[in-house]
């Protein structure tokens, strides 16, 4: 399986801050990398697809880039909502994996 | 678009579980439905799909042998279950819609599964 290793596992931060979240993959795997928020006792929640998609209806200050191996999740001027866990996501296997998370505390 | 699941589940060690997964608001046959779970605390494990249309499945490795995914195109309802279960089996389970680039962009409230004795 394509390994996915997401830094930090947590983050303070305060309000206005940006906050930069990184997933390196264990082998290439071009642009398949998703990144979902998760509250706690809900569902995950879908941010960006493709690496640097902005899903309907997400935030504009939400923003993802990289490829290849390393890919980078960019939360900007953060507000009270965003306190969350992030996580991840290959999809470049049909047996995709996902990232251990990195929780954001405001 | 809604992804509705069946209640939560208490099952013993050894048992077998089957979660439902009810679809609306979208062509049900034409996107995968995804399995994952989430143990307590834990981060989040794909367990498998399966298409629709067709029926066929991909499972993840670990679960091979061990886990089956069926559907019904008739009530859109997609089926996961999950056999030998043991205490790290329990998690909440959830379905998702296959999306752009293989990602879920619709997932189900989940589904609880305790398993103890």
């Known amino acids: 399986d394509i390994q996915m290793t997401q830094s930090p596992s947590f983050v303070s931060a305060s309000l206005g801050d940006r906050v930069m979240i990184t997933c390196r993959a264990s082998q290439t795997i071009d642009n398949s990398v998703n990144w979902y928020q998760q509250k706690p006792g809900k569902a995950p929640k879908l941010l960006i697809y493709g690496a640097s998609n902005l899903q309907s209806g997400v935030p504009s200050g939400f923003f993802g880039s990289g490829s290849g191996t390393d890919f980078t999740l960019t939360i900007t001027n953060l507000q009270p909502e965003d306190y969350a866990t992030y996580f991840c996501q290959q999809t470049y296997s049909i047996s995709q994996t996902f990232g251990q998370g990195t929780k954001v505390e405001i | 678009v809604h992804l509705v699941q069946s209640g939560a589940e208490m099952k013993k060690p050894g048992a077998s579980v089957k979660v439902s997964c009810k679809s609306s608001?979208?062509?049900?046959?034409?996107?995968?439905v995804h399995w994952v779970r989430q143990a307590p605390g834990q981060g989040l494990e794909w367990l498998g799909r399966i298409d629709p249309k067709s029926g066929g499945t991909n499972y993840a490795q670990k679960f091979q042998g061990r886990v089956t995914m069926t559907r019904d195109t008739s009530t859109t309802t997609a089926y996961l279950e999950l056999y030998r279960l043991a205490s790290d089996d329990a998690a909440v389970y959830y379905c998702?819609?296959?999306?752009?680039?293989?990602?879920?962009?619709?997932w189900g409230q989940g589904t609880r599964v305790t398993v103890s004795s």
């Open positions: 608001g979208y062509t049900f046959s034409d996107y995968y």
């Open positions: 998702a819609k296959s999306g752009s680039h293989g990602s879920s962009d619709y």
